[in-house]
């Protein structure tokens, strides 16, 4: 069986940067991609300055800024970005499983037994620690309300980077229904829809907590993907 010292559930932009700076971590992502809790769902926000702590973040920040993908405001081309952060990834090596499915987490002595399921089939790895950077885990012990982001022309809210615009709806019991929703809007706003994320965002931000000795930091729980960057920086120094 495998063991690791740290599994990171979600390949998130908070998730990435503590497996970069802890050793003998091992991350699960559902999806296909890195970074997907600000890119695939299109979580913008207004641009704001920034007041980063750490030299760490710092550094990320400036490495996006020379490629122009951060402005001196704080708009940020969240797209590309993702491929800095890959290279983290690359340089320390870091095992990542995509596709991924949690399927059961049982606690241990001096650890978590936890089972899960992707294109090799169901496999067994010992944690000894956990840390959960997806939404999935503070949903029900958080009140997080859900939203659909949609691109659009003439958006509520306009990235200068890229020109693109966008808007929320608040998820409503489907997806169905809250793309739906989100039209009657469109229309009654003259916005253009252009499409819509294939995943949902959560705006309101939220600080990691422990919880049955799981560490939860979910990655959209701060303001944008550098924050969150920073997030598994300051993670990675205290735990």
Request: charged content about 25%.
């Amino acid at each position: 069986m495998k063991k690791t010292k740290w599994l990171i559930l979600g390949a998130t932009f908070l998730g990435c940067s503590f497996a970069v700076l802890k050793n003998d971590c091992v991350i699960l992502e559902e999806g296909c991609n890195i970074g997907n809790e600000f890119v695939s769902a299109f979580n913008q926000k207004k641009p704001i300055p920034f007041n980063l702590k750490t030299s760490k973040a710092n550094s990320f920040l400036n490495s996006l800024k020379e490629d122009g993908l951060v402005t001196e405001s704080g708009e940020i081309y969240s797209q590309p970005a993702v491929f800095k952060l890959a290279s983290l990834l690359v340089k320390k090596e870091t095992e990542i499983h995509f596709d991924t499915v949690v399927l059961e987490i049982k606690k241990q002595n001096n650890g978590f037994l936890v089972e899960y399921s992707n294109c090799d089939g169901i496999n067994t790895i010992f944690a000894e620690n956990i840390l959960d950077t997806t939404s999935v885990g503070t949903i029900l012990k958080h009140d997080r309300k859900a939203y659909l982001s949609v691109a659009a022309e003439n958006g509520e809210i306009t990235n200068e980077i890229t020109k693109m615009s966008y808007f929320f709806v608040e998820y409503e019991k489907d997806f169905i229904t809250t793309r739906e929703s989100a039209y009657k809007k469109a229309k009654k706003n003259n916005f253009k829809v252009i499409m819509t994320a294939d995943r949902l965002c959560y705006l309101n931000e939220i600080k990691p907590f422990c919880q049955d000795l799981i560490n939860y930091a979910p990655s959209d729980g701060f303001y944008n993907l550098i924050y969150a960057f920073e997030g598994g920086v300051l993670l990675a120094e205290e735990l």
